[in-house]
Nanobody, 123 residues
Framework: VQLQASGGGLVQAGGSLRLSCVVS????????SAWFRQAPGKEREFVAG????????YYTDSVKGRFTISKNSARNTVWLQMNSLKPEDTAVYYC?????????????????WGQGTQVTVSS
């Protein structure tokens, strides 16, 4: 399994970005994908997650109402639409995948990781 993340960049506060994660090698819908982020000097934190079967979505409180996670099974792609971005959203964003349909918020429970994409929000 390989994950390829893209879509990061520099944006002003209030702006939008859409991150993409192409998943290759996924052979079952009994899986969950998530986006995590890690700011300098901080631990990696859960941002949003989605089940490949059913499409249930989950968010950390700080991004609810601003971020939307979605997927397309035929394209094996997961997106993170980020609106109303704030400087505190600045981080390296990682997509991740785990076998099993439960969306966990703990990074260590994910089996595969993408390479990370930098999101910088200027004030």
């Amino acid at each position: 399994v390989q994950l390829q993340a893209s879509g990061g960049g520099l944006v002003q506060a209030g702006g939008s970005l859409r991150l993409s994660c192409v998943v290759s090698g996924r052979t079952t819908n009994d899986a969950a994908s998530a986006w995590f982020r890690q700011a300098p000097g901080k631990e990696r934190e859960f941002v949003a997650g989605i089940r490949w079967s059913g499409g249930n979505t989950y968010y950390t409180d700080s991004v609810k109402g601003r971020f939307t996670i979605s997927k397309n099974s035929a394209r094996n792609t997961v997106w993170l639409q980020m609106n109303s971005l704030k400087p505190e959203d600045t981080a390296v964003y990682y997509c991740a995948l785990r076998w099993g349909s439960t969306v966990h918020r703990a990074a260590e429970l994910y089996n595969y990781w993408g390479q990370g994409t930098q999101v910088t929000v200027s004030s």
